[in-house]
């Protein structure tokens, strides 16, 4: 039996409408983080590895799947689970791309329609120490949902099976630890309308910080493989002794350690970006991807690709929210090891600065 292409249905455009909106708010999605799905007859297309959602209008960035043998796969701890690879529908694959990291949870959730991003409101809040509570009295303003949350664990199986023991009761809303959220449902419509309610619910205001000082900026990058951050927003982290503290206490969420490293840079008064670097170079260390430059902005390493740029702005959105004095629930030393040694990672930031050539 020929396997149904949805690809020519108002229902898919609806589904890339909605993927790309979500991919186009900078506090939902930064760079090709988040992902989203559609099943319809056991085939789930879902969103291509290292691909941008912004771009779900554009390009051909949906990849299909078979959706009941990859969730055996992922019950039985099949090794093929991880990419995913070995399910994907090879002759409806009209891009060729691998499917997403994250494809073996979105299988194993029930819902047709799902999308996952990292929604920097959830984010704050779900890398508290207090998060339960927190979590439970915002939610409270989405009653009629059903919304779980998940532990934090490496995304690819470890992640997918945590979510495969919640996905049988069927919940509308998972708020991943450390990570951002997902939202469920049965259409299109009805996500799309979850999306914006629950995101009222956990929105909460940025800290507000003085204005980034972009000529002092460039006069201390001056020489040395560092420019400012592009993006004015991002200079928020080194505007606030808050921020700066709660930014250089560990590390958030996996993308960042992903495109940013572990080391966050801070640079001391009247020292240049070229003298850190070249101190750093004497001792046999690694210049960090991002420096601060107390009460004057922050610094980013010439080397980062787009998708690297833009999770500096991730975290002055993320770090911004996190109220002062509350206690941090940051990922382990064992956590950060186990993203910096990943190879399906390599796979999705090779595909990153691939794009980063070409004009967004
Ligand atoms: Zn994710």
């Known amino acids: 039996m020929a396997t149904p292409d949805l690809r020519h249905t108002e229902l898919f455009k609806g589904f890339l409408r909605l993927s790309s909106e979500i991919g186009n708010d900078i506090l939902k999605t930064q760079g090709a983080g988040g992902n ?6 056991g085939v789930m297309w879902v969103k291509a590895s290292g691909t941008w959602l912004s771009k779900a209008d554009a390009e051909d960035i949906m990849v299909p799947v078979v959706v009941e043998p ?8 099949d090794p093929r689970a991880e990419k995913s690879t070995d399910f994907v529908v090879s ?19 029930k819902s047709p329609v799902v999308a996952h991003y990292h ?21 409270k303003a989405v009653s009629d949902l059903k919304w779980v949350t998940i532990p934090y664990r490496r995304p ?3 992640l997918a099976r945590e979510i495969e023991k919640a996905a049988s009761s069927e919940p509308d809303v998972l708020i991943l630890f450390n990570h951002g959220i997902i939202v469920c449902g049965d259409t299109i419509e009805e996500v799309s309308n979850r999306i914006q309610r629950v995101t009222n619910a956990l929105t909460g205001e940025a800290r507000r910080t003085e204005t980034a000082d972009i000529d002092a900026l460039a006069v201390i990058a001056k020489g040395s493989g560092y420019h400012p951050a592009h993006d004015r927003e991002s200079h928020s982290v080194a505007l606030s ?19 940013l490293g572990t080391e966050i840079g801070v640079l001391t008064q009247d020292e240049s970006a070229a003298d850190l670097e070249a101190a750093l170079h004497r001792e046999g260390r690694e210049a960090p ?9 922050i610094l980013l390493s010439t080397t980062l690709t787009a998708g690297g740029e833009v999770m500096a702005r991730c975290l002055a959105e993320v770090v911004g929210r996190i109220p002062e004095g509350q206690s941090v629930a940051y ?13 399906a990672e390599q796979y999705r930031q090779a595909l990153d600065r691939a794009s980063a050539r070409q004009p967004a």
Request: aromatic share 6%; net charge negative.
């Open 70 to 77: 990859l969730v055996a796969a992922l019950r039985e701890g």
């Open 156 to 158: 690819g199986t470890p």
């Open 119 to 139: 929604c920097v409101n959830a984010i704050a809040l779900a890398v508290l120490q207090d998060r339960d509570a927190i979590l439970a009295a915002r939610m």
């Open 331 to 343: 990922l382990s030393k064992d956590d950060e090891y186990e993203l910096t040694h990943w190879e």
């Open 289 to 297: 991807k991002m420096l601060i430059v107390p009460g004057k902005g």
């Open 91 to 109: 002759d409806l694959n009209s891009s060729g791309l691998r499917p997403s990291i994250e494809t073996s949870f979105h299988a194993a959730l």
């Open 241 to 259: 002794n808050a921020n700066q503290e709660i930014a250089l206490g560990g590390s958030l969420y996996p993308d960042h350690v992903i495109f």
């Open 36 to 41: 989203t799905s559609i099943k319809s007859d």
